[in-house]
């Protein structure tokens, strides 16, 4: 009985502590969501003042929508382009900067600053140096006698410009978590491994890199939500432009809901959106989460 | 040999990485004029600053996004403490299923619900408030999880000695969880500060009014507010004002700032 | 044990008030006469005299760099003094998008501003959304057609639906031909004649290109559907009905046009390709990159400061006549106001747009006056006399058209948009992309056909 009751109280405590985290979560994260779930089957736009109900035709529509096709594909480059070259930059960053003897704080500054620049900071900076004529690149090719870009304006080279640009603003944050990986890997393996004789990529691939696996799922999850979530500077550089080939979900959500005022659609590109994070979150878990211990 | 061409490489490559921000600080000190062209000349001024000081009302966007800023930290720091203690040390029941829920928090992050969060932001009349910006954010499962790994190291003796001296739950968890998980707390206070010093869509959504706009999104408004073509060296300044007092304070205590991560984030 | 509970408790308990407020207030404050929404300071002291004070909240984008914002405080600040009874707060609110988006939203929230600059082209839009009203008993309390006969036909095209008017012009331009006049002595064209045809135009171009500078650039970003219909008008007839429910992009005329500006980067090799940024252009034409350009009148006082040569304003040349569309922003009036605040927003609407001031806004600006009395006031007369590329847009007017606006015109016009620039940066034929314009738009608008 006795053991009861503290169960009990336990029990209640948890909860309490928990409540204030959870009521938080439950009004803005799953409480839109499924507010998002109802209004995605109803038409709700400019021609509609009052909602009503109209099954799957929205996301018929969608489907049928040849620019969601295009900010989806778009947006599956982008993350291509992003997560595996910033993740795969900021370890060779970290590991530099680990040994590195000279300049550490430099380095380290160099890679992390714009980290905690805002992405409309970034924007702004970039869209100066990608602009034609007078832009920095611009005067850059110049010097190698290259011909001028239109980086901006033109629907192939717009891609490859924000990933660049999204990629210098990332990698020292995810430097960062790879130096605190590097910081709980024993001095112990590495002497061993010297003993040995072993080559310094050996070491790196049979020491360093495994064991920096959990850094690096979690470094992959976060790069993989950003590519998702980044688009602020759609807004300053190109607005999704030129007929959208820099335009991603997130911004294409934006303009559905707040400038075309399609509620039912932006409800619809919502849950897309939320389930396909939700799916690759579930791949990432089930599958390679076996492999690797958190705890 | 290699590890020279490598190491030359990578100061090449922090060098490389310092050069946006060097050039926007140097375009935002030339004149108007000669912002465009690359003629190298020693032309200084100040008139840059002067003029965006006093184009658009950036010392109210200041405070603006300080207090939201601060606003959230505060909030996240009480919700997450609390949260983390009842994951790390308590067992209950559903506390597996509240867990996933919290997962869920981080793949479903509220940048991506700026629709639907909208919608309730509406329903509560919440919409341009600053304290309407910061709700969806008082929960932060990133936290939750950092404070949960940091407090599941904290040996159970310690909390068992702090009961025997006659602390209470809240005295022990001030006392001793709290203190013993500082850089824990200084590293999460980086991310929240510089994510919500960063923040941008959904402050632009909710906010009409200067006394409720942050700083981004006055940098933005500002920066498209050139419909006779673009001042680089004008929108050059705005832009290091912005980001400027981040930025100092980052390299004031960059050591403690990275040390204090990298003993505490990514575990 | 129980001080813990009670800790935890006051803190989830403080929490909840902040939750619980909220959802306390929707109730009272969703009443539509509360100003913008905005619960600050100003409250109490609009609440001492509720009988005697108005306040009004007027939401103004400002599209032009510079003091400008300080400007329209300033006038709103003359007009409080002058009407101690009325208190307009101004709520800059970025660009034109901007403010349509803030305006939107404030409308779906049920917290409307009173008055509000929008572009011109919102009116479909806006009446779908069931957001304004309309201004006749205003206008004829107040001395009737004369005031509104005063404004020029072209930019009251965009204010009038069904014999109603719901707006009033307030920041107009339209587009006009920027040209270097040093540039045109240089490669031997006569400086006092700007090309007035469209061959004219693409052969003076390949003329004055050379290594480092471009005849001539026609913004493609932003605004990128403005200008395709300077060109549409040129050759024939406007791209849609003026009840802003059908379009017509899918036409001969049309795909005639959208291959001539192509051609002038493909075939002329005057023009950068792809895309150009609207805000960059300006800069370019005053670096002397660029020998000409197609740009708003809104410029004509940032490139009359900063030009360092002498340039010249004209028409925008001709095919078959001259055209342009108008731009720019009006005031409307938003429903839901009682008729205390519908009086005072109009006498403020009137003071904005009082002919001495639309002259210093237009000398100010460089924007179109609004009215054929800004023009007889003397300072006008003056600004004239001494610039007289100042009167060009002005001229023009005769040839304006109303700017592109249908219902769900944020969407029609991305339609545009877009199918436009796949063929600006060569993914697509002008006639193709015409008829997929066409197709995407009038699947847009069969709900408002119906």
């Not at chain 2, 790390?88 to 559903?94: D, E, V």
Request: with cysteine; glycine share 6%; hydrophobic share 45%.
């Amino acid at each position: 009985m006795e053991a009861q009751r503290a169960k009990w109280k336990v029990n209640m405590y948890a909860w309490l502590l928990l409540l204030p985290s959870l009521i938080f979560l439950l009004l803005f994260t799953f409480y839109p969501v499924l507010q998002t779930i109802i209004l995605s089957f109803h038409q709700a736009d400019l021609g509609s003042p009052e909602p009503f109900f109209n099954g799957v035709d929205n996301y018929k529509l969608m489907l049928e929508d040849d620019v969601f096709w295009k900010v989806l594909s778009n947006n599956i480059w982008f993350a291509l382009g992003t997560v595996p070259t910033s993740t795969a930059l900021a370890l060779g960053m970290a590991l530099f900067a680990n040994k590195v003897l000279r300049g550490k704080g430099f380095v380290r500054t160099a890679y992390f600053y714009p980290t905690i620049v805002p992405m409309i900071a970034v924007a702004n900076i970039w869209l100066f140096i990608y602009t034609p004529e007078y832009g920095a690149l611009s005067h850059v090719m110049e010097w190698f006698g290259k011909g001028d870009m239109n980086w901006l304006g033109d629907q192939t080279y717009v891609m490859w410009a924000m990933i660049f640009m999204v990629i210098w603003k990332e990698a020292g944050y995810f430097m960062i978590f790879y130096l605190a990986g590097l910081q709980n890997i024993s001095q112990e393996l590495y002497e061993s491994a010297a003993m040995e004789g072993a080559s310094s990529w050996t070491v790196f691939r049979r020491v360093t890199f495994p064991l920096l696996m959990p850094t690096t799922m979690f470094v992959s999850i976060i790069a993989f939500t950003n590519s998702f979530k980044l688009v602020d500077h759609l807004v300053i550089m190109t607005k999704g432009g030129p007929d959208n080939a820099s335009n991603l979900l997130l911004y294409y959500i934006y303009e559905t809901a707040f400038s075309f005022w399609d509620q039912g659609m932006a409800s619809a590109l919502t849950i897309v959106m939320v389930v396909l994070l939700l799916a690759v979150a579930a791949i990432q878990f089930f599958s390679l989460d076996k492999k690797i211990h958190y705890n | 040999m290699i590890r020279r061409i490598t190491g030359a490489g990578m100061f090449g490559l922090a060098v490389l990485w310092m050069f946006p921000l060097l050039w926007a600080l140097w375009t935002s000190f030339r004149p108007r004029e000669h912002a465009t062209s690359w003629s190298f000349s020693l032309d200084f001024t100040f008139d840059n600053y002067a003029k965006v000081w006093d184009a658009a009302p950036f010392a109210q966007y200041y405070l603006n996004t300080f207090l939201i800023v601060i606003g959230v930290l505060m909030a996240q720091i009480i919700t997450a403490t609390l949260a983390a203690y009842a994951f790390a040390k308590l067992r209950f029941w559903g506390r597996d299923v509240l867990f996933i829920l919290f997962l869920v928090q981080i793949m479903v992050p509220a940048d991506i619900l700026i629709f639907p969060n909208y919608n309730v932001l509406r329903d509560l009349s919440l919409l341009d408030t600053k304290i309407g910006i910061m709700l969806p954010y008082f929960a932060s499962a990133f936290g939750v999880f950092l404070l949960r790994q940091t407090f599941k190291t904290i040996p159970h003796e310690l909390e068992e000695a702090a009961r025997m001296e006659g602390c209470n739950w809240f005295q022990i968890l001030w006392r001793v969880y709290v203190p013993l998980a500082r850089p824990t707390y200084i590293a999460f206070g980086l991310v929240s500060v510089s994510y919500h010093w960063n923040n941008f869509m959904w402050p632009l959504i909710i906010t009409n009014s200067v006394e409720n706009r942050p700083l981004t999104v006055g940098l933005a408004i500002f920066a498209q507010s050139f419909e006779t073509g673009a001042q680089w060296a004008e929108v050059s300044a705005a832009t290091m004002m912005v980001i400027f007092p981040l930025l100092l304070a980052f390299l004031m205590f960059q050591r403690q700032f990275i040390n204090s991560f990298i003993h505490s984030g990514g575990k | 044990m129980r001080t813990v509970t009670k800790s935890l408790f006051s803190v989830v308990m403080s929490l909840a008030l902040i939750t619980g407020c909220s959802t306390g207030n929707s109730t009272t404050s969703s009443n539509q006469t509360s100003p913008g929404g905005q619960n600050n300071q100003t409250a109490p002291a609009a609440e001492t005299k509720p009988a005697e004070k108005t306040e009004l909240s007027f939401y103004y984008p400002v599209a032009v760099g510079g003091p400008l914002t300080k400007i329209v405080d300033g006038m709103a600040e003359e007009f409080n003094k002058e009407n101690p009874n009325i208190t307009v707060k101004p709520v800059y609110t970025g660009s034109y998008q901007d403010t349509t988006t803030k305006v939107q939203a404030a409308v779906q929230g049920k917290t409307p501003p009173d008055v509000a600059v929008m572009l011109s082209t919102e009116l479909h839009t806006m009446m779908d959304m069931d957001a304004i009203i309309p201004l006749d008993d205003l206008i004829a309390k107040d001395g009737g057609s004369d005031y509104i006969n005063d404004f020029f036909p072209g930019f009251m095209a965009n204010s009038q639906v069904d014999g109603k008017t719901y707006s009033i012009p307030f920041q107009r331009s339209t587009i006009v031909l920027y040209y270097n006049k040093e540039a045109f002595k240089e490669v031997g064209l006569d400086p006092e004649k700007p090309p007035a045809t469209w061959d004219e135009l693409a052969e003076y171009a390949a003329k004055l290109k050379k290594d480092g500078r471009w005849g001539i650039e026609i913004p493609s970003s932003g605004f990128t559907y403005w200008m395709y219909q300077a060109l549409a008008l040129q050759n024939g007839k406007n791209l849609m009905s003026q009840d802003g429910k059908e379009v017509y992009f899918d036409t001969p005329e049309n795909a005639e046009a959208l291959q001539y500006w192509v051609d002038l980067a493909k075939k002329h090799q005057a023009m950068p390709e792809g895309v150009i940024e609207w805000a960059t252009v300006p800069s370019d034409f005053l670096e002397g990159k660029t020998a000409m350009m197609f740009h708003t009148t809104g410029n004509l006082t940032n490139v009359k400061n900063n030009a360092k040569f002498d340039f010249g304003v004209a028409f925008l040349p001709a095919k078959k006549n001259f055209g342009s569309p108008t731009g720019g922003g009006n005031f409307y009036m938003f429903k839901g106001i009682d008729a205390n605040k519908q009086e005072a927003a109009w006498k403020f609407i009137r003071f904005m747009t009082e002919p001495k001031r639309a002259a210093q806004w237009s000398i100010d600006t460089g924007y179109v006056a609004t009215r054929n009395s800004a023009y007889e006031e003397d300072i006008m007369k003056q600004y004239v006399k001494d610039f007289p590329a100042a009167k060009v847009a002005r001229d023009q007017l005769e040839y304006g058209h109303a700017e592109f606006s249908t219902h769900n015109n944020g969407k029609v016009t991305k339609v545009l948009n877009d199918n436009l620039q796949a063929v600006i940066t060569g993914q697509a034929e002008p006639a193709a992309a015409l008829k997929k314009a066409q197709e995407e738009a009038d699947k847009i608008l069969a709900p408002f056909n119906k």
